[in-house]
């Protein structure tokens, strides 16, 4: 009977084991959660936002450009001087992509087969580099192969036609390298001019 002595009726709400009193100061205590709840709230949602805006703006890394570099320094007709620094610029450019391939093309016709393979690439982006010399001969420029002869016009490839290749090619994106204008006088073989 000692509890009902206490004057508090049996339905009343006695918050006492929450450690508050039912007096005037529990509505500043319940203030104090409410703010609380909000600020909480508020932060949850603030970075569930950030979340979502950082997914929707990182996009997946792009696919790796396919890059072939063809590279005709020294020739077999000893009247064509060696192109100075070819392979130390290819492979200065090569270093920079990871699906790099470099062709041995020594003939017309290993140069014409490497430029056709460019219309089975699949990647979204092609990169061709060839360094080689060429000469220009009837309003046309000519590159010429590791095995091309100073006379014989049919060994030396049209500038057209690699032209051609890379339009033939797929890729969204496409890029040609070329490095063609390298002299071809050379005093230790007695050609003062070009």
Known sequence: M????????????????QGQDSGAGGGEVGA????????????LLASFSLVIVWILLIQPPPTPPYFLSI????????????????????????RHFPGKQAAATKTKELLRKELAGLAGRSEPTVIVHISALAIARDDKVFVLPADAEVENESQWLELREVVNAIAKCPAKNKLLILDLAHPLA??????LAD
């Not at 703010?35 to 932060?43: A, C, D, E, S």
């Not at 590279?71 to 090569?94: G, T, W």
């Not at 050379?186 to 050609?191: F, I, P, T, V, Y």
């Open 2 to 17: 000692a509890d009902n002595a206490s004057g508090a009726p049996r339905g009343a709400s006695d918050y006492r084991w």
């Open 32 to 43: 104090r959660r409410r703010f609380w709840l909000i600020v909480l709230t508020g932060l």
């Open 71 to 94: 590279n005709i320094a020294e020739y077999n007709n000893k009247q064509y001087p060696v192109v100075a620094f070819a392979s130390q610029d290819a492979e200065r450019i090569r």
């Open 186 to 191: 050379d005093a230790r073989l007695g050609g």
